[in-house]
């Protein structure tokens, strides 16, 4: 009677330890969505990014304007004595106004700020799309610490029933004590294994809110599960994506034209500037004065003569070369650089991708099938509890690889999205 007591325990909980097995769903990421638009809306970097760039775009109406004009207000020609305005023929107040005029340089220089704001557009830009990539790779590994710790606290639900099991069969006289000491060792493990588990989960939320502004305590669920996402593209067509798009490789590109037209505004140099001015003198009127007080005009125009072209001109010339050349090698190596981190990606996606296949259509099946065959096994004495004990781990390892596996996967994909600078899907 105590065996028959024994059996049917044993299939409840074989049958409540079953039905969390073959759950796999994949829900819509809308929340997902919804933590990114927030993250857009609320992260004090992106909104640093955003007014450098809208800095440097100010920058540009000011690097083509002219100098401001320049008044001058005099009393001129005035016996030191006496200071008056009427004992002298050249005596009177002068008011003037000069304009300086950079030769052939306003055009340039206004369009070296254009392209300088253009590099913060795409830093901003690159910022944006590491940001995003940042919360959704830390959404999925949220997800799976908490797709973890279910299945964790199910194992040790389930362990904690063998535990019993072993228990009432050694009473019984038909198991060892060895086995409950087994049994309650694995549980014990499972205990330290769900520590690690809410350690990393409470670290992933911490990141995730800070991302999103809040508060690093603050409490953050992923209550929908990522879906699996069908990626078809190759690796050529990748990197060629992101050299099209990538905003850090458009930002140098930026830099590049930048310094081009530095050295070029340099060669500007070599030719004066032209300072125009204009002087109005109020006399007074003199009984001996020929021209009776009348007012005099004058015009005046200078220019600046760059005689020590040999050491300032032409070295800043080589100077702005030299920064031309720097950048254009600079551009190859992040295009460089684009180009392996795609590769990286795309080779860490295709191994996640044959993974997740592994898992789903040989590993867990298998070991699903195994542990039915020892649970059917154990239950006629065929197999010992450190079998039945072994496939039940073996089981549990593989579904949280399996989840491991999906998230790695959908972190390549997020990771690619960046470098190519564009949504994929």
């Not at 999925?140 to 199910?154: H, M, P, R």
Request: net charge neutral.
């Amino acid at each position: 009677m105590q065996r028959k007591r024994t059996k049917t325990k044993i299939k409840i909980v074989w049958l409540a330890g079953f039905i969390w097995l073959g759950l796999v769903s994949f829900p819509s990421a809308g929340e997902l969505d919804q933590l990114v638009n927030q993250a857009l809306q609320a992260n004090p970097d992106l909104k640093s990014a955003e007014a450098r760039y809208k800095s440097y775009l100010a920058r540009v109406p000011q690097a083509g304007a002219l100098p401001d004009p320049m008044f001058m207000f005099g009393y001129a020609n005035v016996p030191r004595t006496s200071l008056a305005l009427d004992k002298m023929e050249m005596s009177g107040i002068e008011l003037g106004l000069s304009q300086e005029i950079p030769f052939l340089k306003l055009g340039l220089l206004k369009k070296s700020a254009r392209q300088m704001a253009e590099t913060q557009k795409q830093s901003y830009a690159a910022l944006k799309n590491y940001l995003v990539s940042q919360v959704k790779q830390n959404y999925y590994d949220l997800w799976l610490w908490q797709k973890s710790i279910e299945i964790a606290e199910q194992n040790k639900s389930f362990l904690e029933n063998l535990a019993e099991i072993a228990s009432v069969k050694y009473s019984v006289g038909e198991g060892v004590q060895q086995d409950v000491l087994k049994a309650q060792v694995e549980v014990s493990m499972l205990l330290d294994k769900l520590l690690m588990l809410e350690e990393q989960k409470k670290t992933t939320q911490a990141k995730l809110n800070i991302l999103l502004n809040r508060l690093p305590q603050d409490s953050i669920q992923v209550t929908e599960e990522p879906s699996y996402l069908d990626f078809n593209k190759n690796e050529s067509e990748l990197q060629q994506l992101a050299l099209e798009s990538n905003p850090e490789l458009a930002g140098m590109q930026a830099m590049v034209k930048a310094s081009q037209t530095e050295h070029q505004l340099a060669k500007r140099e070599y030719l004066p500037d032209l300072d125009l001015g204009a002087t109005y003198m109020i006399r007074k009127n003199r009984a001996v004065d020929m021209l009776r007080g009348e007012d005099l005009l004058s015009f005046r125009a200078t220019i600046n003569l760059p005689l020590y072209f040999w050491s300032r001109q032409s070295k800043k010339v080589s100077e702005t070369k030299w920064q031309w050349e720097s950048s254009q090698s600079q551009l190859q190596q992040v295009s460089n650089q684009v180009k392996y981190a795609v590769s990286q990606m795309f080779y860490e996606l295709q191994k996640s991708k044959k993974q997740i296949e592994l898992y789903q259509t040989v590993l867990l099946p298998q070991a699903r099938q195994s542990l039915e065959s020892a649970r059917s096994a154990y239950q006629v004495n065929k197999v010992d509890f450190l079998t039945l004990l072994d496939n039940q781990v073996t089981v549990l390892n593989y579904e949280i690889g399996s989840h491991q596996a999906l998230t790695e996967y959908l972190k390549a994909i997020a990771q690619l999205e960046e470098m190519v600078g564009k949504p994929l899907q």
